[in-house]
């Protein structure tokens, strides 16, 4: 098992504590591409192919619904990558 796979399982077993800091990890290691507003919005916008995604930047973390909207995003992406393939 990989790093990025463990990591993987981590966020999903405990969604209510997950750092920004390893979600951006995961989801740039997943092929999203990363864009943060340079207007002092804590919002960071990441996209793959047509999957788009805003996570607010929070500390010390992130919201869980947040958390699952990434992993459904990740999913998303993976299952276009397939068909197109």
């Known amino acids: 098992m990989s790093k990025i796979e463990?990591?993987?399982?981590?966020?999903?077993e405990g969604p209510k504590h997950v750092r920004f800091?390893?979600?951006d990890r995961l989801l740039q290691a997943c092929g999203f591409e990363v864009r943060q507003s340079g207007h002092g919005s804590s919002?960071?916008?990441?996209s793959k192919g047509r999957v788009k995604l805003s996570i607010p930047r929070r500390r010390p973390h992130l919201l869980p619904i947040y958390v699952r909207l990434a992993?459904?995003?990740i999913d998303l992406a993976e299952q276009q990558e397939?068909?197109?393939?």
């Open 71 to 73: 992993l459904e995003a």
């Open 82 to 85: 397939e068909e197109a393939a």
């Open 21 to 23: 800091e390893d979600l």
């Open 43 to 46: 919002h960071y916008f990441y």
């Open 6 to 12: 463990k990591l993987r399982k981590q966020i999903e």
